[in-house]
Antibody, heavy 117, light 110 residues
Framework: EVQVVESGGGLIQPGGSLRLSCAAS????????MDWVRQAPGKGLVWVSH????????TYADSVKGRFTISRDIAKNTVSLEMSSLRAEDTAIYYC??????????WGRGTLVTVSS | QTEVTQEPSLSVSPGGTVTVTCALS?????????PNWFQQTPGQAPRTLIY???SRSSGVPDRFSGFIFRDKAALTITGAQANDESFYYC??????????FGGGTKVTVL
């Protein structure tokens, strides 16, 4: 069964760092794109970052470029999102999504990140 | 900065038809933008309804259909039911691994 499960969210002070993880099961990260999408409280969905199935190509939304880093561990079949210099506006539920042939086909349940002093 | 625009809200009568559109600020939507459509109820993760313009995800009723019409991607709900009342989002592929979501449409069934 295909699953993606996020973890690592929590309360963090402005300027702090946090690492989110996405555990994938039922498929190999080598075969699929993986993306992060976030949703601020009461707001819409926003694409955040992408890692290609080859693992070497990554992209970011302008709002997080230079502060967030996406990576993956093939052995653990896990995707990570390292977030630094966090701001209040980064407060959101962060979803990990498998994208297969341009199809957002499997979503995790999300992990909540709250940036507040 | 490319923006994707949706109607903020729409309403439909039970059994009626409603169409949500997804427009690009920079021009027309093409199949190469691989439009996806999602349904989301409060407190839940999004559910993918449509991908690659018009392909329905597994288990999605055929009253949901996707297409491109007059330079926009569109999602039509035919024979709307009470449980279709939800938020609907589109996303478009900009190339180089970059996607842009629309702002979302609240569909009310009344």
């Amino acid at each position: 069964e295909v699953q993606v499960v996020e973890s690592g969210g929590g309360l963090i002070q402005p300027g702090g760092s946090l690492r989110l993880s996405c555990a994938a099961s039922g498929f190999s990260l080598s075969d699929h794109w993986m993306d992060w999408v976030r949703q601020a409280p009461g707001k819409g969905l926003v694409w955040v970052s992408h890692i290609h199935n080859g693992g070497t190509y990554t992209t970011y939304a302008d709002s997080v470029k230079g502060r967030f880093t996406i990576s993956r561990d093939i052995a653990k079949n896990t995707v990570s999102l390292e977030m630094s210099s966090l701001r209040a506006e980064d407060t959101a539920i962060y979803y990990c999504v498998r994208v297969s042939n341009f199809n957002f086909d499997f979503w995790g349940r999300g992990t909540l990140v709250t940036v507040s002093s | 900065q490319t923006e994707v625009t949706q109607e903020p809200s729409l309403s439909v009568s039970p059994g009626g038809t409603v169409t949500v559109t997804c427009a690009l600020s920079s021009g027309s939507v093409f199949p190469s933008h691989y439009p996806n459509w999602f349904q989301q109820t409060p407190g839940q993760a999004p559910r993918t309804l449509i991908y690659n313009t018009d392909s329905r995800s597994s288990g999605v009723p055929d009253r949901f259909s996707g297409f491109i019409f007059r330079d926009k991607a569109a999602l039509t709900i035919t024979g709307a039911q009470a449980n279709d009342e939800s938020f609907y989002y589109c996303v478009l592929y900009m190339g180089d691994g970059i996607w842009v979501f629309g702002g979302g449409t609240k569909v009310t069934v009344l």
